[in-house]
């Protein structure tokens, strides 16, 4: 509840074809930090929104909410982030006006313990995500297609399969091309579902690091694909912090072991990052959540921007 004593979860109702439905709160919220509000000023808004809507004033669609929104923040949020506001709310205008905007799909890669789940969670709120894609969740759907004894490689972690099975060019590392060997099987599947999502026309976050830099570039500029790197002293805590403090049951508690698994884990890394220079694909370094975040939403700004003046060029 808020402090005046409205719910808190769905706070607004709109009205199509004559009756009211309820609008969730979670998606204002996802345009109100996307547009550059801080949480205070966030906050604020919502609970302008919560009173007006609680004195039964209602709005017509979702374009008088829009104008409602924009109107309440500006009163609230510093003028300097007025554009980037402008720019989400038009973005997701001209996308119900059906003129042909795809949706946001922000592609998280890297390799094990790199903090990619961590930042889906905060970009699953900024665009409001009713679809989350992980790579994992692909590998593990494919085990129920593919034997441990025809397909070896799928029941191990990346920096593992390459004592399963290697492919991809001899010239790189056998712990390299065991991940490709891996990725082969998942990566084709993942592309498929990223296809499917945007033909759908809902936005999403795909995160995993069965994905080699590239794998999306034929889906279309709406994909926004990015490689998560932190510098190796801190991935290397984080990766160490996936079996000491996660309570992860799949990895070895055991630090040398651990450590040996990490240099593994690294040289792919290494191997995703150097790809994505070469095709000109984002690299975000990971030392602060906040830092990083910050990069991706501009980069998804960015998207936005592009699609709209693109439109009006039409």
Do not use: W
């Amino acid at each position: 509840m808020s402090a005046h004593g409205t719910p808190s979860g769905c706070s607004v109702k709109i009205v199509v074809e004559g009756t009211e439905i309820p609008y969730p709160d979670s998606v204002i919220r996802a345009k109100l930090r996307l547009g550059g509000l801080s949480g205070s000023q966030l906050e604020s808004v919502m609970e302008k929104i919560r009173r007006k809507h609680a004195k039964g004033v209602g709005v017509v669609d979702e374009d008088t909410l829009t104008l409602e929104l924009l109107e309440l923040a500006e009163m609230t949020k510093r003028s300097a982030n007025h554009d980037r506001l402008n720019l989400v709310m038009m973005y997701y205008e001209a996308r119900r006006s059906s003129q042909g905007l795809p949706p946001v799909i922000v592609v998280l890669e890297g390799a094990s313990a790199t903090g990619k789940s961590m930042m889906a969670l905060e970009l699953i709120e900024d665009l409001a995500a009713t679809r989350i894609l992980t790579t994992d969740t692909v590998r593990q759907a494919l085990r129920e297609v593919y034997s441990e004894k025809t397909h070896p490689e799928l029941y191990c972690h990346t920096y593992q399969a390459h004592t399963k099975r290697q492919s991809g060019p001899t010239d790189l590392l056998p712990v390299v091309r065991g991940f490709i060997a891996q990725t082969e099987l998942i990566q084709p599947k993942v592309v498929d579902s990223v296809a499917r999502i945007s033909r759908e026309g809902t936005d999403a976050v795909v995160e995993g690091v069965h994905l080699i830099p590239g794998s999306m570039a034929s889906l279309g500029s709406n994909v926004v694909e990015v490689v998560v790197d932190p510098p190796p002293a801190v991935h290397r805590a984080m990766f160490i912090a996936k079996s000491v403090m996660s309570g992860l049951t799949t990895v070895s508690t055991d630090l040398n072991v651990r450590s040996r698994e990490f240099d593994d884990t690294r040289l792919i890394q290494d191997y995703l990052v150097n790809t994505a220079k070469a095709l000109d694909i984002p690299v975000v370094p990971l030392v602060e959540y906040s830092d990083a975040l910050s990069t991706i939403r501009g980069l998804v700004l960015g998207y936005m921007k592009r699609a709209l003046e693109t439109r009006e060029h039409k």
